[in-house]
């Protein structure tokens, strides 16, 4: 079954301690996104990959990492979360190295607590 | 900055009647996107917007964008209680930097 899978789906943590949020693909999708979403504020995007080892800022990167060293994987690095990155994260892929025509596909999100 | 606004936020309506959500966007823009969020779920594509006077319809769901008034709009007809969700429509820039803005977000609730 194609899917976007995301690990873990929920994760209390403390300030200061930190995390990897993991997200797959097995579409074999070359552009992947992070995006948190905030009540009232919609989805904003944190980072977004458009192919193995190509990462850029998305408008919310401050205080996250990622990498891409392989093509299904993105995973999401709060180096030293703060309670204000409490927030449901969201990954998610879309085929072909521009998103323009293509339909992007989410995982099912994680929610984070940040005490 | 692109911005992208939803109108209206919340929106509550009986079944049988038809509505419609409004989605603003800032700058030039010749792509939306337009998904789905039950609750507590993750986000489902409902339509992809191309070019301008792009229509496209599926079921009860009726999208369009007017690129030259920056506006899409998503008209329900005859809506029923399984079309309850938040909607939400993205934009992406038409600089080619790959990044899509979302708009905050319709929740539409229907009522019996």
């Known amino acids: 079954e194609a899917q976007v899978t995301q690990n873990p789906r929920y994760l209390i943590t403390v ?11 097995n579409m074999n999708h070359e552009y992947m996104s992070w995006y948190r979403q905030d009540p009232g504020l919609g989805l904003r995007q944190i980072y977004y990959s458009m192919n193995v080892e190509v990462t850029d800022k998305g408008d919310v990167p401050e205080g ?3 990498s891409r060293k392989e093509k299904r994987n993105f995973p999401l690095i709060l180096e030293s979360p703060s309670p204000n990155q409490t927030s449901l994260y969201f990954c998610a892929s879309s085929t072909g190295l521009v ?17 | 900055e692109l911005k992208v606004e939803q109108n209206p936020l919340f929106l509550s309506m009986q079944e049988g009647k038809n509505y419609t959500i409004y989605c603003n966007y800032s700058t030039t823009s010749d ?27 599926e079921g009860r769901l009726m999208a369009s964008l007017d690129t030259k008034a920056r506006l899409s709009t998503l008209h329900i007809t005859a809506a029923v209680h399984d079309l309850s969700a938040t909607y939400f429509c993205a934009v992406e820039s038409s600089f080619g930097n790959e990044k899509l803005t979302f708009g905050t977000g319709t929740r539409l609730t229907i009522i019996p």
């Open chain 1, 15 to 25: 300030t200061g301690k930190k995390l990897t949020v993991t997200c797959s693909q």
């Open chain 1, 64 to 66: 996250y990492k990622v």
């Open chain 1, 99 to 115: 998103l323009r025509n293509n339909e992007q596909f989410f995982g099912p999100g994680t929610r984070l607590t940040v005490l």
């Open chain 2, 31 to 57: 792509r939306l996107y337009w998904y789905r969020q039950d609750p507590g779920k993750s986000l489902e594509s409902l339509f992809v917007l191309l070019s301008n006077g792009a229509v496209k319809q």
